[in-house]
Every structure is written in C-alpha cells, then in structure tokens.
C-alpha cells in the first residue's frame, strides 16, 4: 500500500485565497483526521471522520475551515478565505477498522499564506 | 481532561550515550500508547506502541519503551543514538472510545559528534 497520501506537498498562496487540501487515507481506513502542526501550538486535532461522516470537528479554528469526505477514499480540507496566520503543515491520517487506534501519518501538507 | 505532558522541550545528547524522553499522561484507566518520530520535513512515522500485556515494548530502530501505571508514564528510552536519531519526538495517548488521540508538545532531540 501506498501509505496516506496528501497532496499538494506545498502551497504558496496570497492572503484572501481559497485554499484545498486533499488527502487520500490506506484503504480499508475508515477513520480519517486532519491535524494542523504549527512550532506555537504544535500538533493540533482539527476533525475526524469515520466511515466518512464527520464526528467531531470542535478542532476546527474557525468557519473559515472546512472539511469533507465524500467517500471512503478521498477527503478535502478547504480554508476559504485564507490568512497568513493559517500557514502550517497540515497532516492526514487515517484508522484501520478494528480499533487499534495506531494513526499512519501523510507526508504533510505544508502551507504558506502571504 | 486528558493530557499528554512531555516536560523535556529539548534534549542534546553525545553520539553513542543513551537517551531516555520522559512522557507521563493523565487519564482515569490505561490508554494506547504511541511514540512518533519526526524527522525534519517529514510526517510522523511510529516508533512502538504499547496496547497491553509486557510492558516494556520494543520499537523500531533499537528504541524501547517502558509502561509504568504507578507513575502514568511511558518513557522512551534507546542505550546507544545515532546521529541519525536526531528528530523530533511525540508521545501519544489514543483512548478506546471515540479514537480521541492526544499528542505531547514533543521532544527536540539533539545529537552531538
């Protein structure tokens, strides 16, 4: 398996844009969580789903953010407008069924707002 | 509340020495338990991880981690680092319900020629 996946590796954007996130969880993961790791703040939790459905997104800093999961493999982490004090890595993990609650990490996404 | 404490922010060690991080967590009954490593510019690979039964757990790249419930800790501890070990290092606590997940602050670990 390819492990998770997260695309794009680094985004350049200008304060006020749109920006998208994407990750593709192992498959056969049904827990998918998206976290935000700043050198302030640290590793943040900023929502999970399991089986695709959202079950707690009380991480999420403001309604600037949000975050889908359309199916079982694929899921979307939009800042919309973005700001510069968003800029971070931005990791996805996922969950394989079972429970063990071992989190397989992505590569991260690491985002910079002008 | 649950909480994952790591009271080392920085630790700088010699080249063949040994090494031990300090993570203690506070949660009513025993957790998973997880160390990461993050190496610089990279995601967060496991290290070991410790669910039950012995409670020293053996780990990838020659660390180990001792689980002790008198304490609440889960201290990670390696006899001999390498310059490659140099990284930052995350303890974590995953509950059994609602795969809440708590990491520490983590652990910046240094090491000298």
């Known amino acids: 398996d390819a492990g998770v996946i997260q695309s794009p590796r680094h985004e350049v954007t200008e304060m006020g844009q749109e920006v998208t996130l994407r990750c593709k969880p192992i498959?056969?993961?049904?827990?998918l969580f998206w976290y935000r790791q700043t050198m302030m703040r640290g590793l943040e939790l900023l929502i999970y789903?399991?089986?695709?459905?959202?079950?707690?997104d009380s991480g999420m800093p403001e309604d600037r953010f949000s975050a889908k999961m359309p199916n079982a493999s694929f899921s979307t982490l939009k800042i919309q407008p973005s700001e510069p004090r968003d800029s971070a890595v931005y990791f996805c993990?996922?969950?394989?069924?079972?429970?063990?609650?071992?989190?397989?990490f992505g590569p991260g996404t690491r985002l910079t707002v002008l | 509340a649950q909480s994952v404490t790591q009271p080392d922010i920085h630790i700088t060690v010699s080249e063949g020495a040994s090494l031990e991080l300090r993570c203690n967590y506070s949660?009513?009954?025993?957790?998973?338990l997880f160390w990461y490593v993050q190496s610089p510019g990279q995601g967060l690979q496991l290290l070991l991880k410790?669910?039950?039964?012995?409670?020293l757990v053996q780990g990838i790249k020659g660390f180990e981690a001792e689980f002790k419930r008198s304490q609440s800790s889960f201290n990670l501890r390696k006899p001999s680092v390498h310059w490659s070990d140099a990284a930052e290092y995350f303890c974590?606590?995953?509950?059994?319900?609602?795969?809440?997940?708590?990491f520490g602050t983590g652990t910046s670990l240094t090491v000298i020629p």
């Open positions: 993990a996922s969950i394989p069924t079972g429970g063990s609650n071992e989190q397989f």
């Open positions: 498959s056969g993961h049904d827990y």
């Open positions: 789903f399991n089986n695709n459905v959202p079950i707690d």
């Open positions: 949660y009513g009954a025993t957790p998973y």
């Open positions: 410790y669910f039950s039964g012995d409670t």
């Open positions: 974590a606590v995953g509950l059994y319900t609602g795969n809440q997940f708590y």
